[in-house]
C-alpha cells in the first residue's frame, strides 16, 4: 500500500514538473479544448454555407484571402505558415519564448482586438449563457464577431493571455515573451502591446464604436486619441483594409480618412444623395474637370446612384441586426 503511494506521488511529481505548477497544468488541458479561436483553413461543417455572418468563415477567409502576402503575427511580427491546414508561427523570427502555455504559443490564433467580452457581455444572450448562446442567437453579435477589421493573427499563448484586458500603458517593461515587445499584467487586468501597433488598435476600437455603437470610456477614448496621433497608418494597414472591403462590403474610414485628431468625431459616411454626390466630387473633381461637362455630370450622377444605393442598403442592414 506505502509503496502504491510513493509511486503515485512521484507520477504526480514529475507530472506537474513539467508545466512548472498545478494551475498551469490545468490550463494547458483546458486550452487543448479551447479551439474557438485556433486559426486553421479547415472549411467547417456547420456555419458557411446560407449564412451571412460567421466567425469561422471570417477565420479561413483572413487565412486564404487577407494574409497570404502578410504571415505576421499582430503583436510579435511573428513569421507563420501554413502546415496540415493549421498555422503555425515560427518562433525564432521574432525571437518569442513561451512564458507558461508551450502547447498553445505552437499555434496561430485570431485575436479580436476589441474582445468578444467587450461587445457581448452587455446584451441578454451572453447573460444567458455566454458567448455560444450569443453566436447561436443574436445576428448583430455575430456580425460583431465575425467582422475581419477587428481580427489579427496572434500566437495563441499571448492571445490567452491577453484574454479580455483592456489595453493600456504598462510600468517597468517586464519582457515574458523572450524578445517580443508585449506586456500584461494580470493584477491590473491590462496590455501594453509594442507602440507601432498603437495606431492599429485605437482605429479599430473607432471603427467598433461608429460601426456598432461600442462604448468607449473618456479614459480609453483620450488614450486612443493619443494612439492614433503617434501611429500613423502604415501601408499593410491600408491594404487589408481595401481587401476586408472587398469581401465584407465595409472600410474602416479611419484608416481610409486618416488624420491625426484633438477628439473623437465621428467619419459616418454621408447618406443623402446631395451629400454623397458633393463628396464624389471633392475626390474625383481634378477627374471629372479633364471631361466635357455633360459627359461628367453623367458620369458624376451614375457614381452617385451606386454608392447611394449601397449605403442604403448597409443602413437597412444595419438596422436589421441592432433590433434582434
Given at each position: ?173 517586464k519582457r515574458v515573451y523572450g524578445k517580443v515587445n508585449m506586456e ?96 464624389l466630387y471633392k475626390k474625383y473633381g481634378n477627374i471629372l474637370n ?13 457614381l452617385t446612384i451606386i454608392v447611394w444605393y449601397k449605403r442604403q ?12
Amino acid at each position: 500500500m506505502k509503496k502504491s503511494l510513493f509511486l503515485i506521488l512521484i507520477i504526480i511529481t514529475i507530472t506537474l514538473a513539467r508545466d512548472n505548477s498545478t494551475t498551469d497544468t490545468t490550463q494547458n488541458i483546458l486550452n487543448d479544448f479551447d479551439n474557438e479561436d485556433i486559426a486553421t483553413i479547415d472549411e467547417p461543417i456547420f456555419g458557411i454555407k446560407g449564412e451571412r455572418y460567421s466567425f469561422s468563415k471570417s477565420k479561413r477567409l483572413l487565412a486564404l484571402k487577407i494574409y497570404p502576402r502578410h504571415q505576421k503575427t499582430f503583436y510579435s511580427e511573428c513569421k507563420y505558415i501554413i502546415s496540415n491546414k493549421k498555422l503555425i508561427p515560427i518562433h525564432r523570427s521574432c525571437g518569442f519564448h513561451y512564458r507558461k502555455n508551450k502547447i498553445r504559443s505552437k499555434r496561430i490564433e485570431w485575436e479580436h482586438i476589441v474582445p468578444a467580452w467587450h461587445f457581448g457581455h452587455q446584451l441578454k444572450c451572453w447573460q444567458k449563457g455566454g458567448r455560444k448562446t450569443c453566436r447561436q442567437t443574436n445576428t448583430k453579435f455575430k456580425q460583431m464577431e465575425a467582422d475581419m477589421h477587428n481580427l489579427v493573427p496572434a500566437i495563441g499563448e499571448i492571445n490567452g493571455d491577453r484574454s479580455n484586458f483592456k489595453y493600456g500603458m504598462i510600468e517597468g517593461e517586464k519582457r515574458v515573451y523572450g524578445k517580443v515587445n508585449m506586456e500584461i499584467d494580470f493584477n491590473s487586468k491590462r496590455a501594453e502591446p509594442r507602440d507601432s501597433v498603437f495606431g492599429d488598435i485605437a482605429r479599430t476600437y473607432f471603427y467598433m464604436r461608429d460601426r456598432y455603437g461600442l462604448k468607449i470610456s473618456k479614459s480609453q477614448e483620450k488614450m486612443f486619441i493619443a494612439w492614433n496621433n503617434l501611429d500613423p497608418v502604415s501601408n499593410w494597414e491600408k491594404k487589408k483594409n481595401q481587401l476586408v472591403k472587398k469581401i465584407q462590403g465595409d472600410e474602416n474610414l479611419y484608416i481610409t480618412n486618416y488624420r491625426k485628431m484633438e477628439q473623437l468625431g465621428s467619419t459616418k459616411e454621408a447618406t443623402s444623395f446631395k451629400d454623397i454626390k458633393e463628396e464624389l466630387y471633392k475626390k474625383y473633381g481634378n477627374i471629372l474637370n479633364k471631361l466635357s461637362p455633360t459627359f461628367a455630370g453623367t458620369i458624376l450622377i451614375i457614381l452617385t446612384i451606386i454608392v447611394w444605393y449601397k449605403r442604403q442598403k448597409m443602413a437597412q442592414n444595419n438596422k436589421t441586426f441592432t433590433k434582434k
